[in-house]
């Protein structure tokens, strides 16, 4: 069976028309061989988003935004959002606006909690806007540019003070004292110099002394020997004097027991004597007669 023109131009126009509506269903997003669900959301500031915008969960693309209007006469706006069936989640989940990249745009985002209720299509979820790089950005510069306009306030005020301080006079005596520094610089420089002068001149005589240091350090170590050994020479005094003074030995009695003293001088006596006679009476201890002479008897020479 032949089609008549008309009907060839009516499904052609009928297959266009399908195509375009698939085709702009397409770019905005919206897949029409996917079932999904709407989803809706209160926000007092949609950060930019606009029809088109993708959904995503854990960063995965699952949908897009479908409709941004006025909430109820008011200043808050109603964004509508699609999600595909595939993607569960409870009533208490977040739809949150976040920025994709620095450059990148605005993005929605679906939190998920899972609860024991299952979100449906048609409900309104709980909005958020995480914060973007440009408000993390302006947290951390605000406390910086507030602390370098305090320290910039704080070097103006000394620099007043500074200026205020130094006049002509001071400004003088200040170049002055750098010209003296500069001075004493230099005359410590050639001080150097001739100290160096000196030491490569007297070379020789410095590594003498030096040796003599080192001999006579050698020598007092020796030295620390013969104290050693004097103080072990007056160990033992002390110890022979200790002994003496608790009545130890023959020299105690001698010089603290007087029977011993006086018992000596009564001998020393009686041999003075003896010597005495035997010069004075030598007969009377040499015995020498042939006739046989008898003996003597002793007699002091007091009688």
Same mark, same amino acid.
């Given at each position: 069976?032949?089609?008549?023109?008309?009907?060839?131009?009516?499904?052609?126009?009928?297959?266009?028309?399908?195509?375009?509506?698939?085709?702009?269903?397409?770019?905005?997003?919206?897949?029409?061989?996917?079932?999904?669900?709407?989803?809706?959301?209160?926000?007092?500031?949609?950060?930019?988003?606009?029809?088109?915008?993708?959904?995503?969960?854990?960063?995965?693309?699952?949908?897009?935004?479908?409709?941004?209007?006025?909430?109820?006469?008011?200043?808050?706006?109603?964004?509508?959002?699609?999600?595909?069936?595939?993607?569960?989640?409870?009533?208490?989940?977040?739809?949150?606006?976040?920025?994709?990249?620095?450059?990148?745009?605005?993005? /929605? +985002?679906? &939190?998920?909690?899972?609860?024991?209720?299952?979100? @449906? =299509?048609? #409900?309104?979820?709980?909005?958020? *806007?995480?914060?973007?790089?440009?408000?993390?950005?302006?947290?951390?510069?605000?406390?910086?540019?507030?602390?370098?306009?305090?320290?910039?306030?704080?070097?103006?005020?000394?620099?007043?003070?500074?200026?205020?301080?130094?006049?002509?006079?001071?400004?003088?005596?200040?170049?002055?004292?750098?010209?003296?520094?500069?001075?004493?610089?230099?005359?410590?420089?050639?001080?150097?110099?001739?100290?160096?002068?000196?030491?490569?001149?007297?070379?020789?005589?410095?590594?003498?002394?030096?040796?003599?240091?080192?001999?006579?350090?050698?020598?007092?170590?020796? /030295? +620390?020997? &013969?104290?050693?050994?004097?103080?072990?020479?007056? @160990? =033992?005094? #002390?110890?022979?004097?200790?002994? *003496?003074?608790?009545?130890?030995?023959?020299?105690?009695?001698?010089?603290?027991?007087?029977?011993?003293?006086?018992?000596?001088?009564?001998?020393?006596?009686?041999?003075?004597?003896?010597?005495?006679?035997?010069?004075?009476?030598?007969?009377?201890?040499?015995?020498?007669?042939?006739?046989?002479?008898?003996?003597?008897?002793?007699?002091?020479?007091?009688?």
């Amino acid at each position: 069976m032949k089609l008549s023109y008309e009907i060839k131009t009516a499904i052609l126009v009928l297959s266009g028309i399908t195509l375009f509506i698939i085709g702009f269903s397409y770019l905005k997003s919206n897949d029409v061989f996917v079932a999904d669900r709407i989803f809706y959301a209160v926000y007092d500031d949609v950060e930019g988003v606009s029809k088109g915008t993708p959904v995503t969960i854990s960063g995965f693309n699952v949908g897009s935004v479908q409709d941004i209007k006025f909430y109820k006469n008011t200043s808050k706006l109603l964004l509508k959002f699609r999600v595909e069936n595939d993607f569960t989640f409870s009533d208490q989940s977040i739809a949150q606006i976040y920025e994709t990249g620095l450059i990148g745009g605005k993005a /929605l +985002s679906v &939190v998920p909690n899972y609860g024991q209720r299952l979100a @449906k =299509s048609g #409900d309104t979820l709980q909005s958020s *806007i995480a914060p973007g790089l440009t408000e993390l950005v302006n947290d951390r510069l605000t406390p910086l540019q507030e602390k370098i306009e305090s320290m910039v306030v704080s070097a103006d005020s000394v620099l007043i003070g500074l200026n205020s301080v130094l006049n002509n006079e001071a400004k003088f005596e200040i170049q002055s004292s750098i010209k003296n520094f500069s001075s004493t610089v230099a005359d410590l420089k050639s001080s150097a110099g001739t100290l160096d002068e000196l030491l490569n001149t007297n070379k020789s005589q410095i590594n003498n002394i030096i040796s003599n240091v080192n001999q006579t350090s050698n020598d007092l170590s020796d /030295l +620390s020997i &013969v104290v050693e050994n004097l103080s072990q020479s007056s @160990k =033992s005094i #002390d110890k022979i004097v200790n002994q *003496i003074s608790n009545g130890n030995g023959s020299l105690n009695k001698l010089i603290f027991d007087d029977d011993l003293i006086n018992s000596l001088d009564s001998a020393s006596s009686n041999i003075n004597l003896l010597l005495k006679d035997l010069r004075l009476n030598p007969k009377r201890y040499v015995h020498f007669s042939l006739f046989g002479k008898k003996n003597q008897p002793y007699k002091d020479d007091k009688e």
